[in-house]
């Protein structure tokens, strides 16, 4: 049986895999300067960090060194968004067994040492982000390790930090209210019937076509991502091969809907603890 | 920086996603009921039994918890073969370096315990391997942890059950004659300029090119497995989508080329411990 950490690094496999997944690296498409083996090198680089979560590690620890292992490659920012809902799946996996409440129950009890670990992680790859006000240059996570001083004298824990980013950050979102996309989409993983990498597409493109993600809001504004999410939804019992152009379209505009991929892994990750079988 | 253990997994995931690979699994080419996302819940399955190789576990027991955890996933026999040359490279990368002398030092040294482990590993994968003639059936490996008190009595370590499998199993040779495939592919790997997952193809070309693959030998018959090798030898400068075309009617044909596969992955594990990059 694969332990939490490895269950969490096959979910990043199994979503980079996935195909069509409009705007995102998968089987059959790369992006420019971002292709599929950094995925794979990114999920391999991350396991020790998601080892440590397992094991019990703080969980902004496990994160930084999640994402110090997944920025050993080229390609750049791989799977940032997945570790940073991965990390807590897994600690409330290993600690009592996966559900919003254990999850949320991680995520209560993190620290300013947790926040501090978060920014760190920063220092590691570039992750995009989006522009801040001025007077929220403090604690911009791109500052990375330099903000953490401020993190402390403010004593800002990382469920702070992260009920900050939201509503703007889909991920802080599922950080602050018990994941209830990721829950909602590996129900839609579970009681599916198809091939896992099929269903790790369709539960893709549920997420897209439930919500704008808002990487697209943040990257080419809200009217671009609600204008994809609208196409998903259309989309949603069409043939695949009208999926893959939607898929090829995006990619083509330079559209990533990366928040929505980063809650499909997640999403994985709880259908493989359930006992979902590849 | 990956530790040999991870290099070995990451090997495992190029192996499978570099493409074409004439009549194996690759990124864009799925078997009869063994697929993509077998191979990699089987190289993450895999970790701690080489993360064990690397931390000094014997071969034997560390070859069987691979393939005990590769095997946790639907498809079948996935990476037996690429365990079997792994198990001991990985060994020899975390003890001295990784050489042709240090991966024959680790062989030598293996014992009858280690060779009981090897049998042990047949247990939990259906693994193809030929009819032997009625003589041999004491150490036939498919009666698996049953042969372990014959092997006992014989004294046999693990190199002595390999060199008895040379030179009809291509792994077995490697096994006995310091690697030399490997290290000539991972040399071709070295040296290529191009992307890691077309290196990874072009590796497993020039393999199959240089010899008959012994797995299609052992399925097919000789003739066949010299055909298939004249074919690759043909193709080594042609254009990728001639390669594409020999690699669909292979898999038509049901010829898996799974030796060239598995020296591919350890040329690929090669070239990423002396720094080739992802």
């Known amino acids: 049986m694969r332990s939490p950490a490895a269950n969490a690094e096959l979910a990043l496999l199994l979503e980079v895999a996935g195909t069509p997944k409009p705007g995102n690296v998968d089987r059959h498409r ?18 020790p960090g998601l080892a440590d979560a397992e094991s019990g590690a703080p969980v902004g620890e496990a994160f930084e060194r999640a994402v110090a292992g997944m920025s050993d490659q080229s390609g750049g920012n791989t799977q940032f968004g997945c570790l940073l809902l991965l990390t807590p799946l897994v600690r409330a ?72 980013s939201a509503p703007a950050d889909g ?9 209830p996309r990721t829950f909602a989409a590996a ?5 599916g019937d198809g091939l896992i990498l099929d269903r790790a597409a ?6 897209l076509a439930d919500e704008p993600d808002s990487l697209v809001a943040g990257q080419h504004g809200p009217e671009t991502a ?43 990750f709880v259908a493989l603890e359930r006992g979902v079988s590849v």
Request: charged share 25%; glycine share 6%; hydrophobic share 45%.
């Open 93 to 164: 996996a290993a600690e009592r067994g996966l559900t919003p409440e254990s999850v949320s129950n991680v995520v209560e009890h993190t620290t300013v040492a947790d926040a501090a670990g978060f920014y760190r992680a920063f220092d590691h790859v570039d992750v995009a982000v989006p522009d801040l006000p001025d007077d929220a240059y403090a604690l911009d996570v791109r500052r990375g390790s330099d903000a953490v001083p401020e993190l402390e004298s403010r004593g800002l824990t990382l469920s702070d930090v992260m009920a900050e």
């Open 226 to 268: 609600r204008e994809v999410s609208e196409r998903a939804s259309e989309l949603l019992d069409a043939p695949r091969a009208d999926v893959a152009a939607f898929a090829d379209d995006l990619v083509a505009r330079g559209v990533n809907p990366g928040t929505t991929a980063d809650i499909t892994s997640a999403a994985l």
């Open 171 to 179: 991920n802080a979102v599922e950080w602050t209210s018990g994941f």
């Open 187 to 191: 129900d839609h993983i579970e009681s």
């Open 30 to 47: 790369d992006l420019a300067g971002l292709r599929f083996e950094h995925f794979l090198a990114g999920a391999v680089g991350a396991r």
């Open 202 to 207: 369709d539960a893709f493109l549920f997420l």
